[in-house]
């Protein structure tokens, strides 16, 4: 039985949230190290041999299993008018929950792979039918309830303890996520996997992590983006900017937006028979988003953290988008304010990577100098010149300290736009929380990611060596959110992800994937 296993991860937008709606304008999006799995597997004939006698169509058979009844599924036929993806209920209920995510990137790469293969190929390579298994690392739901139940506190520790893809004890539709971006990530994932076992693209189309942006990626890599950003807006009926799916597929980035008219006449209809492959094909230049290579500085570590308040992106959206047509001649100079300090933090960040490659010495003691001073307030320590740090370790202190300045500009600029917009991207509330964080020793920036709001916030932290943990400027900013008196903050265990993008897994390799495997359906 022939398998194929893809993973892709979520996201965390440090800087450019709604800016990035404009293509005039940048995201600095990191890719996260919770990721998404999608395990595609052939029905073998045991399994379908009564089916096939019955000469029921083909089946896919899609579960969810950190979930209560999230088991779809779906029958292939094929006639005149192409091919046609129903989802039934399954031999074991009358009824069944709707998934449109899953749906539509079934139904949508079936028909493109038709396109790329002929049907004939496509019916004998789908053989019996496909079980679909899909998993998202913990981080994308909120495991408060699951460290209550087990009597455990909401620290990163604990989340350690708990089983990888732990059951989150709800359906689908009642989860609390985390805004990692888990539709980004799995439609990515689907749809790569899909592509890859149906035979449209090649298996080494994701081998390379893609870190030298879209210049480097394959043409698979290319194709799956297309396809994953078109599912992707059809699932949700708006078109975004697309900087969750581009992270899923190409990681970290600065991302700039494609002109959603790439897409024209396919949004209107979800089941279309318009051909798809001229549209999606990596050969369309009217595809014209861009990804250029991002990655946070070594010896550094990005904390999430889970807010319960919780926000309405959608909503925030559009009140922010009201206010820049209303008020276009201050609020287009106020973006443009903000979008160059989006650049010169993403820019000196990765200066930082640079410094580090010339001299991982210097940057080593840099980073252990600046773990034992607070920050906000002592900005000028970081500055003093010190006899005793020599030249090329102050010439990185001095870069790191420029990156803290860069990023409480950025929050400073976006509290002025939600107050110029009348939208709490940056509400009291988490200005409190932030400057909290900000106040001890090694943080270079934070704020809140992607639409602001109540979600989430996000720290860089300095992450030396050979400190001992409790000295560790991440294990200060924990005890910070443990004593919280206010929003209920809860940490992700998720950081930047070292692979980058949608790769092939080796079930394996994965830790606690073989065993949801073989459980029974
Ligand atoms: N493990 C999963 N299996 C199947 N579908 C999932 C899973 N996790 C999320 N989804 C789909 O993604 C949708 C969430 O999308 P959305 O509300 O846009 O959240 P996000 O901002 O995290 O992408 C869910 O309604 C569901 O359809
Ligand atoms: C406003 C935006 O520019 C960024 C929103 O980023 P978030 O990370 O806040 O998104 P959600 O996960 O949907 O809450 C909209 C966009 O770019 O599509």
């Known amino acids: 039985m022939a398998t194929t296993a893809i993973s892709s991860p979520g996201k965390v937008l440090l800087a450019g949230g709604y800016l990035v709606l404009d293509p005039a304008y940048s995201g600095v999006v990191v890719s996260t190290s919770a990721r998404f799995y999608t395990v595609v597997q052939d029905l073998d004939e045991a399994t379908t041999v009564a ?22 599924t779906y029958l292939v036929s094929f006639d005149v008018d192409g091919v046609h993806v129903e989802q039934v209920a399954d031999s074991a209920s009358a009824s069944f929950t709707k998934n449109k995510f899953v749906h539509l990137a079934l139904q949508r790469t079936i028909a493109l792979a038709i396109e790329a293969r002929g049907a004939g190929t496509l019916q004998n390579r789908l053989g019996y039918g496909l079980d679909i298994t899909i998993v998202g ?37 009642e989860v609390h996520k985390t805004g990692l971006g888990s539709s980004a990530a799995l439609i990515t994932s689907l749809v790569s996997s899909l592509l890859v076992h149906l035979g449209v693209v090649a298996r080494d189309s994701f081998d390379n992590d893609a870190e030298g942006g879209t210049a480097s990626a394959s043409e698979g890599r290319r194709l799956a983006h297309n396809l994953a950003q078109y599912v992707h807006c059809l699932a949700q009926g708006k078109v975004g900017s697309g900087f969750d ?34 549209v999606i094909s990596p050969s369309n230049t009217a595809w014209n988003y861009r990804v250029e290579p991002f990655k946070l500085p070594p010896l550094t570590r990005l904390m999430l953290a889970d ?137 270079i920036g934070g704020g809140v990611p992607g639409a602001g709001g109540y979600d ?49 897994e080796t079930v394996d390799q ?12």
């Open 307 to 443: 807010v319960d308040a919780g926000s309405d992106t959608p909503s925030l959206v559009g009140k922010v988008l009201k206010w820049r047509k209303e008020a276009a001649t201050a609020a287009n100079a106020h973006w443009d304010a903000l979008d160059k300090v989006n650049h010169a933090l993403s820019e000196t960040l990765l200066k930082l990577s640079e410094m580090h490659a010339r001299d991982a010495t210097a940057y080593a003691k840099a980073v252990k100098y600046l773990s034992t001073l607070q920050s906000v307030q002592h900005l000028d320590q970081w500055l003093a010149i010190n006899p005793n740090i020599p030249p090329a370790t102050q010439e990185m202190i001095d870069i790191f300290a420029e990156a803290h300045r860069l990023s409480e500009d950025v929050r400073a600029k976006m509290r002025e736009m939600g107050k110029l917009s009348g939208v709490p991207i940056e509400p009291p509330e988490q200005t409190e929380l932030l400057d909290a964080c900000m106040s001890g020793a090694g943080v």
């Open 510 to 521: 994965v830790n606690g994937l073989r065993q949801l495997l073989d459980a029974p359906w």
């Open 51 to 72: 089916r096939a006698k019955a000469d029921r169509p083909i089946e896919i058979r899609v579960r969810s299993p950190q979930f209560v009844n999230a088991a779809y």
């Open 456 to 504: 989430a916030i996000w720290l860089l932290v300095l992450d030396p060596t050979n400190c001992p943990p409790q000295e560790l400027p991440s294990s200060r900013i924990e005890g910070v959110w443990a004593s919280w008196k206010g929003l209920d903050v809860s940490p992700l265990s998720a950081s930047e992800s070292v692979a980058k993008g949608v790769r092939l």
């Open 245 to 278: 799916v581009s992270a899923a597929v190409f990681g970290s980035q600065l991302y700039t937006r494609f002109d959603p008219v790439v897409l024209g006449s396919l949004m209107k209809d979800e089941s279309t028979n318009e051909a798809l492959l001229p």
């Open 137 to 173: 690392d913990n981080d994308f739901y909120s495991q408060r309830a699951q460290l209550t139940s087990r009597n455990l506190p909401p620290t990163l520790a604990s989340l350690s303890q708990l089983p990888p893809f732990n059951h989150t004890g709800v359906r689908l539709p």
